[in-house]
């Protein structure tokens, strides 16, 4: 009975070491295959670190407007008996847009000049009769007022009906008519927009931090949103007085549109150029990797030799890894970003394909197809 209890211990005994000895052989093996295992190498883009002429900008959205631009109105009642105009016509300066009807002030204007004719008369006698001395000098004074008065009186009756024939102010683009002939209109009435679309202006605000950057005449770059067409321009305003509220700063801007592309109302996205400085390392954004422990890129060297490693063969290309480099960014400026700290000129940087390094991680470089110079010329638009 002993006997069996004791092959049965020892027989226990060498069942449980051989399992413990299995798990640590396991275990070391598995160990040593990942400490062994090279990582897939990995293929990327990258562009050199260069000192570039940087060209700052401060960058803002803005609203688009005509230089001139107005809603034409009535300044008299009356109702409507022609309109000269059609939506989206040229006008010159002092075309006729619309007549109201006249003819009351016409027939006012023909008593008037009666009137004022039949006064001349009684002013001439007056004078004649008195240069022979029958006449007093109140009767002429009299008669030389009662003129004056007539000629007062057919004067306004004249800028009255100058009202009823309302003509462009300016050479532009009317509108839509929003009036109809035969429709009475009261004093206020808007019949039509008109725009001078050859000139026109930016409105936009910058932050309060850039007021000592801008200047009158500072040039601009406006990009139409919709078309990514780009129109140069010059600074015509900036308002003395900072928002409270929001602590911007509203700034206009003039610019061409001989083509009439841009249209009034029209969001727009504003560069205001500011002097060029040399010397200064910059980056594609899409080189920029962000994260809880701050901004990094990748860089790409040749990788370090292990200890006891042969001398690599003649004519054998190096192998190159990844090197995660934390950089602080500067100012912004289209595709690229300025690096303040964090890289020197010469460096290999990735800007493509760096979801999938980490660092140490074998990569090849392919340039084929360059983000770099693609975000370029998407910044400087066709």
Not at 365 to 381: I, K, R, W
Request: with cysteine; hydrophobic share 45%; proline share 6%.
């Amino acid at each position: 009975m002993i006997k069996r209890f004791i092959i049965a211990i020892v027989a226990l005994v060498l069942v449980c070491g051989g399992l413990v000895g299995f798990n640590l052989f396991r275990s070391k093996a598995i160990s040593d295959f990942f400490a062994n295992m090279q990582p897939p190498t990995q293929t990327v883009s990258t562009v050199e670190v260069k000192p570039v002429v940087w060209n700052p900008a401060i960058e803002a959205v803005g609203t688009v407007s005509a230089a001139q631009g107005i809603e034409v109105a009535t300044e008299v009642s009356g109702i409507i008996l022609e309109i000269k105009f059609k939506a989206n016509d040229r006008v010159e300066q002092g075309q006729l847009l619309v007549q109201i009807d006249d003819r009351m002030e016409r027939a006012d204007i023909a008593a008037a000049e009666a009137q004022l004719a039949n006064e001349q008369q009684t002013l001439d006698r007056a004078r004649a009769l008195s240069q022979r001395g029958v006449n007093p000098a109140s009767t002429l004074d009299a008669a030389q007022a009662a003129v004056k008065a007539s000629q007062a009186q057919l004067d306004r009756l004249h800028a009255v009906l100058d009202q009823k024939a309302i003509e462009a102010p300016f050479a532009g683009t009317v509108g839509i008519p929003r009036i109809e002939t035969g429709q009475y209109i009261s004093v206020g009435t808007v019949i039509a927009t008109l725009q001078d679309l050859t000139r026109m202006r930016v409105d936009f605000t910058v932050p309060e931090q850039s007021f000592n950057e801008l200047k009158i005449g500072q040039p601009v770059r406006v990009t139409d949103a919709l078309s990514s067409e780009v129109y140069e321009g010059q600074i015509t305003g900036i308002d003395p007085r900072i928002d409270p509220a929001t602590r911007l700063i509203s700034v206009r801007a003039e610019i061409s549109n001989p083509e009439g592309a841009l249209q009034p109302g029209q969001f727009a996205r504003v560069a205001v150029s500011l002097p060029a400085e040399d010397g200064v390392l910059s980056l594609p954004q899409t080189a920029i990797v962000t994260s809880l422990y701050g901004d990094y890129v990748f860089a790409v060297a040749p990788k370090a030799p292990a200890e006891n490693a042969p001398a690599p063969a003649e004519g054998e290309q190096p192998t190159f890894e990844a090197r995660q480099l934390f950089v602080k960014t500067g100012r912004r400026t289209g595709a690229f970003v300025e690096i303040t700290q964090g890289i020197e000129a010469g460096q290999q940087i990735v800007t493509a394909g760096q979801n999938r390094l980490s660092n140490g991680t074998p990569v090849t470089v392919d340039n084929t197809v360059d983000p770099a110079t693609l975000a370029q010329e998407e910044a400087e638009g066709p």
